[in-house]
Protein backbone atom coordinates (compact mmCIF):
# COMPACT_ATOMS: atom_id res chain seq x y z
CA UNK A 1 0.00 0.00 0.00
CA UNK A 2 1.50 3.84 -1.01
CA UNK A 3 1.65 5.98 1.72
CA UNK A 4 -0.33 8.88 0.85
CA UNK A 5 1.88 12.31 1.51
CA UNK A 6 0.69 14.57 4.09
CA UNK A 7 0.78 18.25 2.68
CA UNK A 8 2.42 20.55 5.30
CA UNK A 9 0.31 23.14 6.89
CA UNK A 10 -0.35 25.91 4.74
CA UNK A 11 0.72 29.40 5.91
CA UNK A 12 -2.06 31.46 6.71
CA UNK A 13 -1.75 34.44 4.50
CA UNK A 14 -0.98 38.16 6.59
CA UNK A 15 -3.81 40.28 5.94
CA UNK A 16 -3.70 43.61 5.08
CA UNK A 17 -3.47 44.89 8.58
CA UNK A 18 -1.08 42.82 9.40
CA UNK A 19 1.37 43.73 6.50
CA UNK A 20 0.80 47.18 7.01
CA UNK A 21 1.72 46.99 11.27
CA UNK A 22 4.89 44.65 10.18
CA UNK A 23 5.47 47.76 7.19
CA UNK A 24 5.46 50.89 9.34
CA UNK A 25 7.36 48.83 12.35
CA UNK A 26 10.20 47.98 10.30
CA UNK A 27 10.26 51.72 9.29
CA UNK A 28 10.26 53.22 12.66
CA UNK A 29 13.07 51.35 14.01
CA UNK A 30 14.89 51.85 10.66
CA UNK A 31 14.43 55.84 11.25
CA UNK A 32 15.78 55.25 14.85
CA UNK A 33 19.32 53.80 13.81
CA UNK A 34 19.46 55.88 11.10
CA UNK A 35 19.07 58.82 13.27
CA UNK A 36 21.54 57.26 15.23
CA UNK A 37 24.23 56.58 13.06
CA UNK A 38 23.85 59.79 10.86
CA UNK A 39 21.78 62.05 13.01
CA UNK A 40 18.63 63.90 12.17
CA UNK A 41 19.91 66.04 8.89
CA UNK A 42 21.72 62.61 7.82
CA UNK A 43 18.38 60.58 8.63
CA UNK A 44 17.19 60.83 4.78
CA UNK A 45 14.40 59.10 3.29
CA UNK A 46 16.89 57.02 1.14
CA UNK A 47 18.87 55.92 4.22
CA UNK A 48 15.59 55.05 6.18
CA UNK A 49 14.43 52.61 3.13
CA UNK A 50 17.52 51.13 2.91
CA UNK A 51 18.02 50.34 6.58
CA UNK A 52 14.33 49.07 6.00
CA UNK A 53 14.90 47.46 2.84
CA UNK A 54 12.18 49.09 1.57
CA UNK A 55 11.49 50.95 -1.28
CA UNK A 56 11.60 55.16 -1.08
CA UNK A 57 8.09 55.45 -2.18
CA UNK A 58 6.83 53.00 0.60
CA UNK A 59 7.26 55.97 3.29
CA UNK A 60 4.77 58.08 2.02
CA UNK A 61 2.35 55.10 1.99
CA UNK A 62 2.25 55.14 5.14
CA UNK A 63 2.80 58.62 6.68
CA UNK A 64 2.67 61.90 5.01
CA UNK A 65 6.13 63.18 5.45
CA UNK A 66 9.68 62.18 6.87
CA UNK A 67 8.94 64.70 9.65
CA UNK A 68 5.95 62.74 10.58
CA UNK A 69 7.84 59.45 10.51
CA UNK A 70 10.83 60.60 13.01
CA UNK A 71 8.02 61.81 15.43
CA UNK A 72 6.09 58.40 15.40
CA UNK A 73 9.81 56.70 16.00
CA UNK A 74 10.71 58.78 18.55
CA UNK A 75 7.38 58.51 20.20
CA UNK A 76 6.97 54.51 19.50
CA UNK A 77 10.39 54.79 21.43
CA UNK A 78 9.01 56.63 24.68
CA UNK A 79 5.32 54.75 24.47
CA UNK A 80 7.23 50.99 24.65
CA UNK A 81 9.62 52.29 27.61
CA UNK A 82 6.70 53.77 29.26
CA UNK A 83 4.37 50.89 29.31
CA UNK A 84 7.35 48.66 30.36
CA UNK A 85 7.79 51.10 33.24
CA UNK A 86 3.90 51.36 34.32
CA UNK A 87 3.99 47.54 34.06
CA UNK A 88 6.93 47.36 36.36
CA UNK A 89 5.20 49.81 38.91
CA UNK A 90 1.77 47.84 38.94
CA UNK A 91 3.72 44.35 40.26
CA UNK A 92 1.84 43.79 43.51
CA UNK A 93 4.42 41.15 43.57
CA UNK A 94 7.34 43.56 44.14
CA UNK A 95 8.07 45.38 47.38
CA UNK A 96 7.85 49.43 46.46
CA UNK A 97 11.64 50.17 46.57
CA UNK A 98 12.30 46.96 43.89
CA UNK A 99 9.50 48.29 41.77
CA UNK A 100 11.40 51.68 41.78
CA UNK A 101 15.19 49.99 40.95
CA UNK A 102 12.93 47.98 38.52
CA UNK A 103 11.91 50.97 36.70
CA UNK A 104 15.63 52.25 36.19
CA UNK A 105 17.16 49.19 35.56
CA UNK A 106 14.81 48.58 32.57
CA UNK A 107 16.28 51.92 31.27
CA UNK A 108 19.46 50.12 30.41
CA UNK A 109 17.96 46.46 29.61
CA UNK A 110 16.48 45.54 26.45
CA UNK A 111 13.87 46.32 24.65
CA UNK A 112 14.07 49.65 25.97
CA UNK A 113 17.84 50.57 25.88
CA UNK A 114 20.55 49.56 22.86
CA UNK A 115 23.27 51.89 22.15
CA UNK A 116 21.28 52.77 19.10
CA UNK A 117 18.01 53.73 20.93
CA UNK A 118 20.15 55.76 23.10
CA UNK A 119 21.80 57.86 20.36
CA UNK A 120 18.96 58.51 18.65
CA UNK A 121 17.15 59.97 21.83
CA UNK A 122 20.42 61.68 22.71
CA UNK A 123 19.86 63.30 18.77
CA UNK A 124 16.30 64.33 18.89
CA UNK A 125 16.86 65.90 22.78
CA UNK A 126 19.69 68.17 20.71
CA UNK A 127 17.60 68.58 18.41
CA UNK A 128 14.61 69.87 20.42
CA UNK A 129 16.07 72.83 20.95
CA UNK A 130 15.85 74.32 17.55
CA UNK A 131 13.25 72.13 16.38
CA UNK A 132 9.81 72.51 18.74
CA UNK A 133 8.33 69.48 17.01
CA UNK A 134 10.35 67.01 18.79
CA UNK A 135 10.24 68.56 22.32
CA UNK A 136 6.35 67.76 23.27
CA UNK A 137 7.12 64.13 22.82
CA UNK A 138 10.42 64.44 25.05
CA UNK A 139 8.13 66.87 27.58
CA UNK A 140 5.68 64.24 27.76
CA UNK A 141 7.79 61.31 28.54
CA UNK A 142 9.19 63.37 31.17
CA UNK A 143 6.28 63.92 32.88
CA UNK A 144 5.00 60.43 32.54
CA UNK A 145 8.14 59.31 33.99
CA UNK A 146 7.90 61.48 36.99
CA UNK A 147 4.68 60.47 37.85
CA UNK A 148 4.96 57.21 37.77
CA UNK A 149 7.67 57.09 40.12
CA UNK A 150 6.35 59.93 42.54
CA UNK A 151 3.41 57.93 43.26
CA UNK A 152 5.77 54.84 44.36
CA UNK A 153 7.75 57.24 46.67
CA UNK A 154 4.66 58.53 47.87
CA UNK A 155 3.62 55.03 48.69
CA UNK A 156 7.03 54.47 50.05
CA UNK A 157 7.09 57.63 52.12
CA UNK A 158 4.04 55.83 54.00
CA UNK A 159 6.23 52.88 55.17
CA UNK A 160 8.98 54.72 56.04
CA UNK A 161 10.93 58.26 55.86
CA UNK A 162 12.56 59.41 52.57
CA UNK A 163 15.63 61.65 52.68
CA UNK A 164 13.64 63.93 50.09
CA UNK A 165 10.12 64.49 49.10
CA UNK A 166 8.79 61.68 46.59
CA UNK A 167 8.47 64.54 44.20
CA UNK A 168 12.08 65.04 44.07
CA UNK A 169 13.53 61.76 44.29
CA UNK A 170 11.26 61.26 40.99
CA UNK A 171 12.79 64.45 39.14
CA UNK A 172 16.52 62.96 40.24
CA UNK A 173 16.27 59.84 39.54
CA UNK A 174 14.93 60.96 35.70
CA UNK A 175 17.34 63.30 35.61
CA UNK A 176 20.32 61.12 36.70
CA UNK A 177 19.10 58.21 33.68
CA UNK A 178 18.67 61.07 30.98
CA UNK A 179 22.66 62.03 31.89
CA UNK A 180 23.37 58.12 31.94
CA UNK A 181 21.57 58.16 29.03
CA UNK A 182 23.79 60.94 27.68
CA UNK A 183 27.14 59.03 28.03
CA UNK A 184 26.13 55.80 26.95
CA UNK A 185 25.24 57.28 23.76
CA UNK A 186 28.13 59.62 23.26
CA UNK A 187 30.67 57.07 24.71
CA UNK A 188 32.55 60.11 26.55
CA UNK A 189 32.98 58.75 30.21
CA UNK A 190 33.56 54.83 29.35
CA UNK A 191 30.01 54.39 30.81
CA UNK A 192 28.26 50.94 30.59
CA UNK A 193 24.95 49.65 31.08
CA UNK A 194 25.86 47.90 33.87
CA UNK A 195 27.58 50.85 35.72
CA UNK A 196 24.75 53.08 35.17
CA UNK A 197 22.36 50.67 36.74
CA UNK A 198 24.48 50.76 39.87
CA UNK A 199 24.66 54.31 39.68
CA UNK A 200 20.72 54.82 39.83
CA UNK A 201 21.01 52.11 42.99
CA UNK A 202 23.25 53.99 44.96
CA UNK A 203 20.95 57.18 43.82
CA UNK A 204 17.95 54.89 45.00
CA UNK A 205 19.39 54.05 47.85
CA UNK A 206 20.32 57.53 49.37
CA UNK A 207 16.85 58.59 48.90
CA UNK A 208 15.98 56.00 51.30
CA UNK A 209 18.22 57.14 53.78
Known sequence: MTAVAVPDAVTKPMTKAETRAIREKSLLRAALVTVARYGIEGATVARICSEAGASRG???HYFVSKDALLIAALQGLFDEAQTLKENIAADQSLPLTERIRGIAHSSFQAP????EMAA?????????RFTPLY???IQDSTEQ????VRLLFIALGD???LAVSPAAAARGLFILIDGLWNSLATGKDDMTPEEATQMCD????GCLQ
Do not use: R
Open 58 to 60: LIS
Open 112 to 115: VYSW
Open 120 to 128: AWQAFTNAC
Open 135 to 137: LEP
Open 159 to 161: EQN
Open 145 to 148: FNDT
Open 202 to 205: VFIS
